[in-house]
């Protein structure tokens, strides 16, 4: 989704539930108490909570969708091909390091 999609996501989210109280608070103390400067603030660090949920999102998807293919492809009684198993370790690992560096 784009800048500007997400963006125009958090103005509708404002107009029907209002802000998020906690990120409120966040910006809100960011911008030194300045509430014009509080609801920029506000918008930036939701449209990246947006983005943060987004990739994770597609790389749990793309993760899934390896390990089917992984599932249909093993033979039975076959070994299992450790080459796609360190793939998905990664995909899994770089998940979660994005979720945490951006979970901030």
Known sequence: MSDEALYAEVVEELRIHGPRPGLWAKAFAEAGGDERV?????????VQQLAVEQRRDAEAREAAAIAERLKREEEPGGAPN???????AIVVGVAAITLLYFAK
């Open 38 to 46: 509080a609801r920029a603030a506000y918008l930036k660090l939701r």
């Open 82 to 88: 450790t080459t796609e198993y360190t793939w998905i």
